[in-house]
């Protein structure tokens, strides 16, 4: 069975472009989380989806972050415009109901000059 | 809200000598349990969790890990470490029933030949 997909898998950007990162959760998975992973720390959460809806976005900076999941499979988050601040790890995440274990994909490697 | 600590960020260690990295927890409520290992340029991929019941909890590669409710920790051990070991370890917390998972920093485990 395939892992949680992500792609790309590094992008570098000049500040104040936009940058979109992908993911494709595991086949089944209704709950899909994207976080962020700042160097020597642990991930942080940004948003979780049930489906197509976003049920906590509190900790996604609205102003330059934006997350879709339109049919309720694969994933999109967005940065507009990107910082020099934002140079981290997007990781995806899903699993089959909220409670259950997360599965990580291999995370998107951003750096932002 | 849950928080969680891990007490060392760098442990090297010599190949199949004994492991163990130290989590300690802070919760108001029951938690869940889990260590996650993320090897270079990888995706977490859970290595255990504790849920309830036993307190001691058997993981993937070896590992294990000691849920003591009165010290609020949740202790990771393996007995002989191999390079392939070589990699950085979190600690993470949820409260029971939540799908919010709070990592700590992380700790890096290099191993030596």
């Known amino acids: 069975e395939a892992g949680v997909v992500q792609s790309p898998r590094y992008k570098i950007i000049e500040k104040k472009q936009p940058v979109a990162f992908w993911c494709n959760p595991i086949?089944?998975?209704?709950?899909l989380y994207w976080y962020l992973q700042n160097l020597g720390q642990g991930p942080e959460l940004l948003i979780r989806y049930e489906n197509e809806e976003a049920v906590d976005d509190s900790q996604l900076p609205k102003d330059r972050f934006s997350a879709e999941r339109l049919k309720g499979v694969d994933s999109t988050l967005k940065i507009q415009p990107a910082e020099l601040g934002d140079s981290a790890v997007y990781l995806c995440?899903?699993?089959?109901?909220?409670?259950?274990?997360?599965?990580f994909g291999p995370g998107t490697r951003l750096l932002v000059l | 809200a849950q928080s969680v600590t891990q007490l060392d960020s760098q442990v090297p260690v010599f190949e199949e000598a004994p492991v163990e990295l130290r989590c300690n927890y802070s919760?108001?409520?029951?938690?869940?349990l889990f260590w996650y290992v993320q090897y270079p340029n990888q995706g977490l991929q859970l290595l255990l969790k504790?849920?309830?019941?036993?307190?001691l909890v058997k993981g993937i590669n070896g590992f294990e890990a000691e849920f003591n409710k009165s010290q609020t920790s949740f202790h990771l051990r393996k007995p002989s470490v191999h390079i392939s070991d070589t990699a950085e370890y979190f600690c993470a917390v949820s409260g029971v029933g939540d799908y919010k998972l709070s990592f700590g920093a992380g700790t890096t485990v290099t191993v030596r030949a």
């Open positions: 919760s108001s409520v029951s938690v869940y």
């Open positions: 995440a899903s699993s089959s109901q909220p409670q259950e274990t997360q599965y």
């Open positions: 086949s089944g998975h209704n709950t």
């Open positions: 504790y849920l309830s019941g036993s307190t």
